[in-house]
Nanobody
Framework: QVQLVESGGGLVQAGGSLRLSCAAS????????MAWYRQAPGKEREWVAR???????TYADSVKGRFTISRDNAKNTVDLQMIGLKPEETAVYYC?????????WGQGTQVTVTS
């Protein structure tokens, strides 16, 4: 059974930083590309960043240069380092497999950016 547990969210002022972490179990982590997604209030969930099996990373244009995704295959974790946060990035952040996402999502972690 797939289990994804996100953590690290919180309240931060605009321009601040947070580091999110996701622990995955029930999957063969090392053979899956992983991604971070977010869902703002009243909006559709959107993709934020992706990391391939070998470590290649891709980012949504809106976060490029400010967010960094990383993975630790030994620990089955995927992190998202965020700097320069903006109020419009207030959302619940989720991790999941990249291609395609598992149907079962974790509870996410709330990121609130104040102006």
């Amino acid at each position: 059974q797939v289990q994804l547990v996100e953590s690290g969210g919180g309240l931060v002022q605009a321009g601040g930083s947070l580091r999110l972490s996701c622990a995955a179990s029930g999957i063969i982590f090392r053979i899956n590309a992983m991604a971070w997604y977010r869902q703002a209030p009243g909006k559709e969930r959107e993709w934020v960043a992706r990391i391939m099996i070998e470590g290649t990373t891709t980012y949504a244009d809106s976060v490029k240069g400010r967010f960094t995704i990383s993975r630790d295959n030994a620990k089955n974790t995927v992190d998202l380092q965020m700097i320069g946060l903006k109020p419009e990035e207030t959302a619940v952040y989720y991790c999941n497999r990249a291609f395609p996402p598992y149907s079962s999502w974790g509870q996410g972690t709330q990121v609130t950016v104040t102006s």
